[in-house]
């Protein structure tokens, strides 16, 4: 800034307050201050300058799993509407594991970052009270956490799981097999709620036997699919929990000469850009991923310049997109030939 000033002819005061806009600067003073920046190639130390402030206008950002495109089209929004805002993310995955969510944050915490946004790996209540103990601005995406008072957005996983086994049953199916996330996922049990709920409705018999755990990755949506077949009687038809166990689905069917949906109907839940490509395309619960973080994004605006709201909750609609992975089942037929 030194140099700076020497060379427009200024002092070092002029020179800070043409770079951070705090007093008004005859307009020829910070043209020749300006072009002495240029020339000298100078930068502004804008992380010491954020520091000041008390701001460093970059957040966080905590996903399980940054491979998956779910979380990609979420990210995709969260980052749309944090550069129109002027903020900067920086992305952590925690691979599904608490201890490793607990260090991410706590990273995030020393760069001093202005908000978290974070898709919880579990029952993540210990890592959620910490951040709100240190009055870190956040908000939960995706999944709630029982016992913590938090900024949330997620889609209505219940009403999703109901309407994907509901159609289903509408196509004659009363086997129906389902392809679980990860126990302690709470979304993975509100759409397993919505499964029981709507064969409770059609008044069919459920089978604990019938649903099946897995990771929301390809390869458990193969296990379970298999897990599934090997029952007597097999189903006729799966539910899975999000579209890439779907798709896991789709390989075991596929290796063991069932068609779809002759012979399997599957419905998944996301409707992630490649469920329209698969081979048949993908029957599946849609959510905007998109809209999702542009709203997660948009609430933790609002916390970080007013901390004092109360916690907010918004609740996404959902709708079933039948494409060409499910049928209808003859009535006469009850299981898989």
Not at 290 to 299: D, R
Request: aromatic residues 6%; proline residues 4%.
């Amino acid at each position: 800034m030194r140099e700076v000033a020497e060379r427009a002819g200024v002092s070092v005061t002029t020179v800070s307050h043409v770079i951070n806009n705090s007093r008004p600067v005859n307009p020829q003073t910070r043209e020749r201050v300006e072009e002495a920046m240029q020339a000298l190639g100078y930068q502004p130390n804008v992380l010491a300058r954020s520091l000041r402030q008390g701001v460093t206008h970059t957040i966080g950002i905590i996903l399980p799993d940054s491979t998956n495109p779910y979380f990609s089209e979420v990210v995709r929004g969260i980052e749309d509407t944090s550069f129109d805002q002027g903020y900067s993310v920086i992305l952590c995955n925690s691979d599904n594991d608490l201890d490793k969510e607990h260090h991410y944050i706590n990273v995030l915490v020393e760069k001093q970052v202005d908000g978290i946004i974070f898709v919880a790996a579990g029952l993540s209540a210990e890592n959620i009270n910490a951040l709100q103990a240190r009055g870190i601005p956040l908000v939960l995406v995706d999944r709630r956490v029982p016992d913590v008072q938090v900024d949330n957005v997620l889609a209505d996983n219940q009403r999703g799981g109901w309407m994907a086994t509901t159609h289903l049953i509408e196509l004659n199916h009363q086997v129906i097999g389902c392809i679980a996330g990860p126990e302690g996922v709470r979304l993975s049990s509100d759409r397993v709620d919505g499964y029981f709920q709507a064969l409770e409705a059609a008044n069919l018999h459920s089978d604990s036997s019938w649903i099946v755990e897995g990771d929301f990755q390809y390869q458990s949506g193969y296990e379970g699919a298999k897990a599934l077949y090997n029952l007597l009687p097999s189903p006729t038809a799966i539910f899975a929990c999000n579209d890439l166990m779907a798709i896991g689905a789709y390989r075991f069917a596929h290796e063991n000469n069932l068609t779809i949906p002759e012979q399997l109907s599957i419905v998944g839940f996301d409707d992630i850009r490649l469920a329209a490509y698969t081979n048949p395309p993908l029957t599946t619960i849609h959510q905007s991923k998109h809209e999702m973080g542009t709203k997660a994004a948009e609430l933790l605006m609002e916390r970080i310049a007013d901390q004092e709201l109360g916690p907010r909750q918004e609740i996404l609609e959902i709708n079933l997109v039948i494409r060409g992975s499910t049928s209808s089942l003859p009535i006469h037929e009850g299981e898989i030939a």
